[in-house]
């Protein structure tokens, strides 16, 4: 269940999407996308993202989550991920390195938060 910014969440909102749990990030509202089974943007035959360029952040970073808990953001490596699963090594590599893409996408995210929390 990926934490979405809230214009990701009006984004997927106009896409249909109805379920979302409010967070309260300092001064951000931020929001958890439920999603029940199957992501209904996951193609099943492809197995493809069928909204890759306007997919909300967190799924651009994953395997890389940011965790909220309170007044506090982390991050973690989710063994969600299949090649996570098969490389549980890889918690003790260098992210950046692993995953520059998705690191890319990280900072973004925790960029808005600190300009929202500034
Ligand atoms: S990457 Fe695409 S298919 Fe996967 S959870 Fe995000 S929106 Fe859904």
Known sequence: MPIVFEDEKEKLEKLGQKEFREIIFGKLKLYRWIIR?????????????????????????????????????SIELSFGCSWVKAHPQAVRLDPKKVFPREWKALEEALDRLRRAMS
Request: hydrophobic residues 25%; contains cysteine.
């Open 37 to 73: 089974g199957r992501c209904p943007f996951n193609d099943p035959e492809t197995g493809l993202c069928k909204i890759h360029e306007d997919k909300p952040l967190s799924c651009k970073m994953f395997p890389l989550n940011l965790r909220i808990k309170g007044s506090e953001a």
